[in-house]
């Protein structure tokens, strides 16, 4: 059998992800997501995302939740930034975790930022020197890393050219994102297993989307290569713009409920991210896809129904 | 690499597992779901159960549906039994495949048959005897194999108690059902593991429920093990009568996804397993808990939207 890690860094990232694919929530809404949830043990959130307003409403208040937020000693906080006008915004903020997100598939590239991919790739290194200068680290998130929902399949090399690009350009990380849940085991195992051939010693996370009920299977194929860093978000918030009704992120309490059983660390409290996932609700004002969620942990017992 | 099996059997529960645990349907609706089902490629499917219409009065008309289901040649039909007079009646209407539960939780046992669980497996040498002189085969399901929700987790030695006395009575095959969805990986690789040591060479089928997200991680690690005998039940029917809301049966068109993508065999045409999940859902009048009938398969892409 293969061995697992021993513990394994959630990101959670429900308040920018996950929201960003919801109907708007006013700015205390997610003041009060981000600050219930660094009171769980988790140690990494995605905060927000310094887009301009006009192509992401939801994230148009980005400098207001920050300012608002009880800044957690014991918790790093990211933000994802398009270009470097995003960039110098959230180093002006003070954030010194920063992502940025170039899809593997050109179409999907195009559609979100109007450039190609090897456009978008040619742009990191100007974006990863002025966020190094501001004493701040880049993450590449490779998107579509499984699948685009214009073109299918997307091969394992063009997402290795991106991850490849980024390397050169001096980005700090790289997170592979299944954007719209297009990954299974076999393709996971593949991806990763090539990647840690072509850039080893990249620290690499992945970001998986239940979309099509794999994402806790994806999540199994990657520990048992060694992954121990994943995306996720309270109550599986978010969505899938090209499907009504599909599951977006993978739940976080899923994912902590999975890990914790198999003996792997999260440094997560379960029963208090359950209760962060209550309150996602019901700032959402809309039932979230999570199981945990509604079945509770396997430690919550039940009394025994009369006899059949 | 651990190898995976090449191709899987799917055994379809959903008329019978999935239905107990939904409101009543007409008679009708349930002989349109099965015939629905057995032109798909599927290859087994659980088509009732012969209970006392007191105990479970959703499959009080088993032997009308199985009256009025077209059956087709390729398909082998199965039928539930609780005890002798079950089987009586399963075999008096022409079953040849024939499952008893046995409870591995004491108290669970007790709620369901209100016996021991010891009591209901010193029952099966006649059971078998009755079947195997009626020409059928019987298969021993151990429920709540990986918990249970009244007393926690399941010792894997009282799920071995429970699978030998099975083996000593003579039943034809296993399947260990995670009755409120309480496994985990690891603990599926353990359970396995260790009935493959202690019953080598008895057929093993897994059962596996949704209920906390991790179905399809578990036949993940079941597959690894070699394990290609699978339950699910179409659109997710069925639930769980502790967790209002919550997932029951892993979902066969998410399975049959999954599967397929890896390049494991299952005969099932998955477009067509969609459209009867949505039957199921139109009979049912509910949303069903299936991501892929909401996503559709990874191959359904869509046109890109306008650029952000």
């Avoid at 906080?77 to 180093?91: E, H, K």
């Avoid at 214009?150 to 090399?157: A, C, I, K, Q, R």
């Avoid at 290569?225 to 992120?249: E, H, I, K, T």
Wanted: with cysteine; charged share 20%.
């Amino acid at each position: 059998m293969n061995e697992l890690p021993q513990r394994v860094s959630m990101r959670e990232v429900g308040p920018r992800d996950g929201l960003q694919s919801e109907d708007p929530v006013p700015t205390a809404a997610k003041v009060e997501l981000i600050d219930a949830l660094s009171r769980t043990g988790v140690r990494r959130i995605e905060a927000v995302s310094f887009v301009h307003p006009r192509a992401i409403p939801q994230m148009a208040d980005a400098d207001d939740v920050w300012r608002q937020v009880t800044v957690a000693p014991d918790v790093t906080y990211s933000a994802l930034v398009p270009n470097v006008r995003g960039a110098q915004r959230a180093l002006a903020a003070g954030f010194t975790d920063l992502e940025v997100v170039v899809s593997a598939s050109d179409t999907h590239n195009r559609a979100n930022v109007n450039r190609s991919t090897d456009e978008s790739v040619g742009e990191l290194a100007e974006l990863a020197e002025l966020v190094h200068a501001g004493g701040a680290t880049l993450q590449l998130i490779v998107s579509t890393a499984w699948g685009c929902p214009y073109e299918g399949d997307v091969s394992v090399e063009q997402v290795l050219r991106v991850a490849r690009g980024g390397a050169a350009a001096g980005v700090d990380s790289l997170a592979y994102g299944d954007t719209t849940g297009m990954a299974t085991p076999t393709r996971v195992t593949r991806l990763v297993g090539e990647t840690r051939s072509a850039l080893p010693g990249m620290p690499l996370g992945l970001h998986f989307h239940n979309t099509r009920g794999t994402g806790l299977a994806n999540v199994y194929a990657a520990l048992q290569l060694g992954v121990d860093d994943f995306d996720a978000s309270v109550g599986g918030l978010g969505g899938c713009p090209y499907a009504p009704g599909a599951s977006g992120n993978i739940a976080s309490e899923e994912l902590v409920y999975m890990l914790e059983d198999m003996g792997i660390d999260t440094g997560v409290d379960l029963e208090a991210l359950i209760e962060v996932a209550g309150l996602a609700e019901r700032l959402m004002g809309r039932q979230l896809p999570s199981q945990v969620l509604r079945a509770g942990p396997r430690t919550r017992t039940t009394a025994p129904t009369a006899s059949a």
